[in-house]
């Protein structure tokens, strides 16, 4: 009989989440710990196991087990290592896969976070039934999965995906953790839309705007969606301005890929049609005429912790 | 017993090429006809007809023969038509395919020009044994044809693959057919050294150079490769600008599909190191560092026709 659980794991950079999925794809049981507190990866497998054991323990323990999926920054399929993350502790190629097989005695793979959580998508969330799609998770950073002929792409070393690195204005702002300038994670993020409104305020002392009340400190993407909803300027035409970059940047992807749907995750798409908006118009105004008015541009339905957890366990059964 | 032969036909936006092809890929003969005579297809289909059927009937006639495979601007592998080619005469949706069918009595499949050319290089050029890589053809246009997995990319509606119409200098020179902003095809492609060369010549009227003795019309990248290699200055400015735009859109290819190599094609890879020297330099300098110092960026070996005519036989097993 088939053994009817397994576990997925989303390693972020500042949480870990974890949980229980059955063969329906329900998480049964979930939990989360902090990434980041400890400089040796052992250490944190050993917080991981002293809270995931008992809640394996409770349904019935290893032997009801398939195996674990992970999926982490910079996770590699081929190898089973975090390799070079840049937000991790973990400096260096970190063979975690097979620390965490051999702590719990399970099969253990590993991918890439938004490669799991394209994959949560494709078997549970909106991409239900596509065989092209390309999600893209705006949070802190810009993650993406690719999904071509129903398969994730990993490229010739597991590295495929890396969408938020792509550049989209050459010579533009600088991403301060890669040193590149003008890539689409430097507009499109938390962090991205953050200095976009510096930028802004900066550049336009005459404007008026509801953002001046807020410190350095309190200037989020969170903020200046609540200033936007307001009807403030600056802040809606800073959305205009991140859906600008993004939009772009999603025309090319598509006529890389032609992919029937582009799914949105993560923290930004908290904004609604505030982002959605100004990103489809310029999507569409920088698409080959063959490609307009084709491509669904969508908000995840699925919590994104829920949608990596499950893409990661999928990986088991992959 | 298989039949020993197949048909490759190119159909390019001046002239058509098609040849024999046999088990080990041998082209045994071949020949073109001009694409852009006939306002109606039909007359094209003649044409073909007129030079192709007796090449068929010297090596034994149709019986011997598994099918035809053609490539063709726009050509789509799920529909067998051309669909609304900019370059040809034919307009809106032509099932070419089924109409040479008819004709030759012969299976006939039909793809994407810059794919049939990137199936020819998989199987007979230097792509042999890659199952990651991606071909740019820099001729008069800017063509590509992407492999992931051994296969070539179609996306969802068999469009996938229009690289040469990314952008990567949004709001810059605007593509004349397209009237996109900023596309590579603007500068990557043969019109746009041409334009380049026009730009820097009117921009710098002090700058001394070679290419000031030539006419408007003479103005080619066949004449600014020349003056390039006697040390004119503007024209290697030239080619490093065309290189620099060329290096950073393939960083951003591969960052979407990680692939083993990039096959480069066409007349503007006349140019050799001129071109292929600042393109692999922007190319690194663009690239996530878990990315750098592994892609190979090559010349096709095989002569541009073959390739096509080869390629595009290849479909009809496929």
Redesign the interface.
Known sequence: MIKPYTVGIDIGGTTTKFGIVDNSGHILQQDRIPTNEHEAVEEFIEDLYDKLFPMIEKVGGISKFRGIGMGAP?GNIYTGAI??APNLKWKGIIPIASLVEKKFGLLTKLTNDANAAAMGEMMYGCARN???FITITLGTGVGSG?V??G?I???????????G??????GGRIHKS?G?AGSLEAYASATGVRETAIELLTNYPEENSLLRDFSLNELTSETVYECALKGDTIANDIFEFTGQILG?SL???I??????AIVLFGGLTKAGALLLNPTRRHMEA?L????QN?VKLVFSELKEADAAILGASALVDA
């Open positions: 910079n390799e070079y596509m065989k092209h690719i071509i002929d398969k792409v990993v490229g010739h070393d597991g590295f495929a995906g890396e969408l690195h792509t550049i989209i204005r050459p890669t590149m772009e025309a090319n992807f006529m890389f890929s032609s992919p029937e920088n080959l005429p063959i490609f084709k």
